[in-house]
């Protein structure tokens, strides 16, 4: 039929309304109940319960990547009786896929799963994840979708107030009773298992007093009404599907059979320090955003960044602050400046040009530089390849060397910082973005045993991982790149780029989208 030419603007219009006018299906999951806690063989031999009755908390950071999966898969095959899961970001790779693989084999013991994983992760995942729905004890959800899965362009033309608030939220609780929360998301660059590039980042595992708060929180995204099933979303998964995947994960598990034993060989270094040594207790905060942000809804105490000042309070004697992606905004430049010069040393470790994954970021930190720098706050930028004197723990297992051999692509994705014997430790970085429109979460430990070891680690590692920034006499800025031999390497511009690139980060500043990044 030939739509005479009069009607067609019409009937774009009506296409256009109804498009704009459409909003998610009901939810229909049901409210779940608070995990009971099981909490006497996680760190048997220790005089837990007297820690735990003076309110504190036990924890572990965890720097190195290995050592981090490690003790995720630790919980998981240690867990007795529930798994709380919650992501961002979860890859379809090696590492996205083990973890599933060893949350099924969870589910088959009778632990009872829940994985809840932001919709900004793609559809990638959802064949999967629908067969994985077909098990009883494996529970599925995701937050905030996408009402276009596989035509997501038009969320963004029609939904786009709704699909740009995510959950940022990296937390893994097992038994109700111990956690692991930080930076990392669940991908093989997270793990120094990408063939690409690795991320270097933070997580920390925490026991006691402050896992009641995460549960909690949990239990509020797990609730809300933005976080929908996969089989509303995708369908549910048969058990015929289901017998497949089971198959495929454990064909693939006998080829890595190497892998395998290097992880248990880990897991075994994370039951001791969690069972044969002293473990270090302090008093610790489970903080987060309440999933009322991401509707514009929450009130000033359900707000993370209220919760940090409040608990941290102001800087006296220093501030250190890591965050992968930092745009101080010109308030926050004010706050930094202010302290350093009534003389509070402020340090901060981002990302450089290159090293940045999200470059247009870079476009609205580089534009407060100057002032910091002038103000006297410390600069560092993380160098996009580090030397590296020995294989990662992927390519010991598998074989595969990680180009170039010896030099890494790397990039910072951490995201912590301490003030005079306070460490937070999470997912937020220094930014609008994690400030104002995504929900994040984190650990705040009051133990200068803590703050001392971190502030040591960044001394030691940062002449060697980073750019230092300086201004000259001139009053432009210099990057010195510390050479191991003790001489010094300076750059009058962005390290590794080229003009053009730093021509584009120029231009992009001037665009009005700060309160975005």
Known sequence: MVIPTHCRPLILLSTVLTLAGCQLAPNQAKPSAPVEVYAEHWLNGQDASAQKKQGLTAYLALDEAFMSIASRLHLIREAKH??????????????????????????????????????????????????????????????????????????????????????????????????VT?????????????????????????????????????????????????????????????????????????????????????????????????????????????????????????????????LMGKPEKHMELVSAYFVPTTAGADYLSNLAKNGTRVRVLTNSLLANDVAIVHAFYKKYRRGLLKNGVKLYEFKPYIEREKYTWYEVATGHVIPAKGRS?????????????????????????????????????????????????????????????????????????????GSVIEHQTEPETTKFQRFMMKAVSYLPIEWMM
């Open 82 to 179: 529930s798994l709380d899961v919650q992501y961002y970001i979860w890859g379809d790779d090696f590492i996205g896929h083990m973890m599933l693989h060893e949350l099924l084999n969870a589910a088959d013991r009778g632990v009872k799963v829940r994985l809840l994983i932001d919709d900004q992760n793609g559809t990638a995942l959802d064949e999967t994840l629908k067969k994985l729905s077909a098990h009883p004890n494996f529970e599925i959800k995701l937050f905030n979708p996408y009402k276009y899965r596989h035509l997501r362009v038009i969320d963004y033309a029609f939904r786009f107030n709704h699909i740009n608030h995510r959950m940022h939220n990296k937390l893994i609780i097992a038994d109700g009773a111990i956690a």
């Open 182 to 310: 930080g930076g990392r998301n669940i991908s093989s660059e997270y793990f120094d298992a990408s063939e690409k590039f690795q991320f270097t980042d933070l997580d920390i595992l925490f026991y006691g007093q402050a896992v009641e708060h995460a549960n909690s929180v949990f239990l509020s995204f797990w609730n809300d009404d933005l976080s929908y099933t996969i089989p509303q979303l995708v369908g549910r998964g048969t058990k015929e599907e289901l017998a497949q995947l089971k198959q495929h994960y454990e064909a693939d598990a006998l080829d890595k059979n190497v892998i395998e034993q290097k992880i248990d060989l880990a897991r075994i270094l994370v039951d001791s320090e969690l069972t044969k040594h002293p473990v270090n207790w302090a008093k610790a905060h489970f903080i987060a955003d309440s999933p009322n942000k991401i509707r514009g809804e929450a009130e000033p105490d359900e707000i993370i960044v209220k919760q940090m000042f409040d």
């Open 409 to 485: 692509s790397s990039r910072l994705h951490a995201k912590f910082f301490d003030i005079d014997g306070k460490v937070f430790v999470g997912s937020f970085n220094f930014d609008p973005r994690s400030a104002h429109l995504n929900t994040e979460v984190g650990l705040v430990v009051e133990s200068d045993q803590l703050q001392n070891a971190i502030s040591h680690k960044l001394d030691e590692f940062l002449p060697h991982i980073a750019y230092e920034l300086k201004l000259n006499p001139q009053g432009d800025i210099i990057w010195l790149e510390h050479q191991k031999d």
